[in-house]
């Protein structure tokens, strides 16, 4: 019979991390294990009070499936009852973990998906002062691929900053719903000047519809406003890509559905993470493999990843091994 356990764990973050909501020193995940006597498969999932989650919250959600995941659950099943967030992540991975396990395949095969391979993350650095920025930026402006956290005054200095600290780098932008429909045309003219790639959720969620009337050079990317693929139809209207976290779909199963989805709405697909370990970001990896964007650094921003993690090489992380995910 399969026994479901559950833990909460805080892994500290190298310094602080602050986006426009405000910072962080940890990350706090919630780690899920479904065994079967045999073989043990894991997910972790980070609690986002953006959604309205707790640690406590989810762990509870969790282990409510605890008699479910003993009579058998299965990924369909569970995308079906319970409902998409945080616990479902966990639970959904720890059961495609369970099953690569049991049948000795690895996770892509089960999904019918080629294996992984070495891909290209952003790096991502915190907001702060301009001076600060540029710090940053010229401490990371070997790294191919830089997103830049902004969200209020200052921005455009901030941007600039950071150009001129890392001139040749890619770069995303994310002002994580800090923008206003009166910045929205001043900053993507910053962001074209400064040669951005993409910028994501400039505007907040539920004002997000002022985006069809929006006229931009740069492209703009749902990521608070995008959460399964229920969500496509509404914002292939308003975006020009969709970034799709585990977190947000409940699990690698919907990611992968979701990606699809996005795929065939014309958006581009950008895979992003919560501040979380290498067990976090593996499942994900399995969706960045279609990704245009990859965004898949959390390990890189903490003081210690769990062993075994994921190796990551500058900015390419190698795929995970058994022994970690999948």
Request: aromatic share 4%.
């Amino acid at each position: 019979m399969r026994a479901l356990t559950v833990a909460a764990e805080r892994w500290p973050i190298a310094g602080r991390f602050t986006i426009s909501r405000g910072s962080k020193t940890e990350a706090a995940v919630v780690v899920a294990t479904v065994t079967d006597g045999a073989h043990a498969g894991r997910g972790e999932c980070v609690p986002y009070a953006r959604y309205g989650e707790t640690v406590e919250g989810v762990a509870a959600d969790i282990l409510a499936m605890a008699d479910a995941v003993a009579a058998g659950l299965d990924r369909e099943t569970l995308r079906r009852t319970m409902k998409a967030g945080a616990a479902r992540n966990a639970l959904d991975c720890a059961l495609v973990d369970l099953e690569a396990k049991q049948s000795g395949r690895r996770a892509a095969a089960l999904f019918g998906l080629p294996e992984p391979a070495p891909l290209v993350t952003a790096y991502t650095l915190s907001l702060d002062t301009p001076e600060a920025m540029a710090a940053a930026a010229r401490a990371n402006a070997g790294r191919p691929l830089l997103k830049i956290k902004l969200g209020g005054p200052g921005d455009a200095e901030r941007l600039a900053a950071v150009r001129s600290g890392a001139p040749d780098a890619a770069l995303i932008v994310d002002a994580n719903e800090g923008w206003s429909a009166e910045v929205f045309p001043l900053m993507m003219a910053a962001c074209r000047q400064h040669r951005v790639a993409l910028v994501e959720q400039p505007l907040p969620e539920g004002a997000d519809a002022a985006l069809a009337d929006m006229p931009r050079d740069v492209p703009v990317c749902a990521d608070e406003s995008a959460h399964t693929s229920a969500d496509i139809p509404r914002l292939a209207t308003l975006y020009d890509a969709v970034n799709i976290k585990l977190d947000k779909t409940g699990g690698v199963t919907e990611a992968l559905a979701m990606a699809a989805a996005a795929e065939a709405a014309g958006l581009d697909v950008m895979v992003g993470c919560m501040l979380a370990t290498s067990l976090a970001m593996a499942p994900a990896l399995l969706v960045a493999a279609r990704a245009r964007y990859v965004d898949l650094d959390g390990p890189l921003l903490l003081a210690a990843d769990r062993v075994p993690g994921l190796v990551y090489e500058g900015s390419t992380v190698q795929p995970a091994t058994p022994d970690l995910w999948g």
